[in-house]
């Protein structure tokens, strides 16, 4: 989808929940949106603070936890790091760079026969499952040869 279709999407989903669309919550949507690096609250803060000097980190969390209770984005939590947050809802996976932790979009077709095979083996009903795959970002690797 379009970036600009989706912040349409995403306002649009909005009018029909009870939040209400702040000057504030419209920039940390579109940030989020536009942001391929799966954010942390923190890095959206440092990004809008020069616009919006009253904001606080807390103020950026608190819509972060709107937007995941209407289902508009998804947080990330990976061991003791702070959360980042994806606005791709849809299934995907996850390459994350070991180095400056950042997170980019993986597209490949979900692993639904290890779920089937995990069923079978252990007996439990599966409902999910998580792939991360880890390794050295293209920047991080150009960092490391000069
Ligand atoms: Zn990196
Ligand atoms: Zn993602």
Redesign the pocket.
């Known amino acids: 989808m379009e970036k600009h279709d989706q912040l349409q999407d995403a306002l649009h989903s909005l009018k029909n929940t009870k939040v209400r669309m702040t000057p504030q919550r419209h920039a940390i949507l579109e940030f989020l949106i536009n942001a391929p690096t799966?954010p942390t609250a923190d890095e959206i803060y440092k990004a809008l603070e020069g616009k919006f000097p009253n904001m606080s980190v807390a103020t950026v969390y608190n819509n972060l936890r709107v937007f995941k209770e209407v289902g508009l984005v998804r947080e990330l939590t990976y061991g003791d790091s702070s959360s980042r947050f994806?606005s791709?809802t849809s299934h995907?996976y996850?390459v994350i760079c070991q180095d400056c932790g950042k997170?980019v979009?993986f597209h490949y077709p979900g692993l639904d026969e290890v779920e089937t095979l995990a069923e079978h083996v252990t007996g439990f009903t599966v409902d999910n499952h998580r792939m991360e795959i880890y390794g050295k970002c293209p920047e991080c690797k150009k960092k490391q040869q000069h």
């Open positions: 799966h994806d791709n995907h996850h997170i979009d």
